[in-house]
């Protein structure tokens, strides 16, 4: 269902821009932090379990500690953390101490505010926007966190995976029988590729939270778009690995995360994925 508001695509993607740029700030939050409270959760755990004494840990939440410079630990005034427009001012560096900052929260930000404005411009206001906004969003995330510490936690991909059969439910991307297979096919799929490659090489290609990613992607959007999803995200990631040995002279013994390539697919497979079959096959006359 379409809300009427009377403003035309234009003014509803610009007035959506600052809202994505104030949850790609949150983002940078999640990006950064939630790796750390699941390794302290884990050592905690572990320790528990070995029956060893717990060493002290700083508590570290989504909103504790409050923000603050990661040199000198300066905390960042309210006016100094604006998206977007605080590292143009601050011209990229702390206040205190002059320690450049990093280039990821601005790109994260304008991003998930580019990403924001464009899925309103496309689907206007309506229940699918809202779906395809936390699709993004939670995607976004994820490689960042993927891309930092090789990892793609259960606690979001899982749940990732959870709404997009609910919203499918009603049929918003593909009938409920699609989504149930595509997230059945999307695991087992690099789930036999893991063990495959591990049965010939001795060695695991990839971790168990790319075969969880790819399920939330069959999910949301069937198991006829897994192909595609899985054709664009290799074919990105071993052009990315091959520039990588190249140009930075990057040993190949370096793992590199997949989950990034197949957020990136993913995406690209929700908005415009039927567009790219349909021309795709009529090519063959299909």
């Known amino acids: 269902m379409l809300l009427d ?13 600052p809202f994505g740029l104030i949850i790609g700030s949150f983002l940078n939050v999640v990006i950064l932090r939630f790796p750390e409270q699941l390794k302290n959760n884990w050592r905690r755990e572990s320790e528990d379990f070995l029956g060893l004494p717990s060493e002290p840990i700083e508590k570290i939440t989504l909103a ?6 990661p040199s000198c630990g300066v905390p960042i005034k309210p006016w100094h953390n604006i998206p977007v427009i605080s590292y143009v001012f601050l011209r990229g560096k702390c206040t205190a101490c002059s320690t450049p900052i990093s280039i990821q929260y601005p790109l994260i930000e304008l991003l998930c505010g580019l990403a924001t404005a464009f899925i309103v ?28 510490d090789q990892l793609l936690p259960d606690q979001i991909t899982l749940p990732l995976l ?3 059969l609910f919203a499918n439910l009603s049929s918003t991307f593909v009938p409920i029988n699609e989504a149930v297979i595509g997230a059945l096919a999307g695991y087992l799929s690099l789930w036999s590729v893991f063990w495959i490659f591990k049965l010939v090489t001795g060695k695991e290609g990839m971790g168990y939270g790319d075969f969880k990613l790819l399920a939330a992607l069959g999910a949301w959007m069937g198991w006829q778009m897994l192909p ?7 074919f990105v990631g071993a052009l990315v690995g091959i520039v990588g040995v190249i140009v930075k002279s990057k040993d190949r013994q370096v793992p590199i995360a997949f989950g990034p390539f197949l957020a990136m697919a993913g995406w690209i497979a929700l908005i415009w994925g039927d567009k790219i079959l349909d021309n795709y096959l009529g090519l063959f006359g299909f």
């Open 64 to 69: 504790v500690p409050a923000s603050r410079c």
């Open 228 to 234: 595609l999803i899985i054709i664009l995200s290799t």
């Open 162 to 164: 959870w709404v997009g």
């Open 5 to 17: 508001t009377g403003l035309s695509p234009y003014a509803l993607a610009l007035a959506a821009l």
């Open 121 to 148: 411009y496309q689907f206007g206001l309506s229940l699918m926007t809202a779906y395809c906004l936390l699709f993004s969003w939670v995607l976004i995330a994820l490689t960042g966190i993927d891309y930092h």
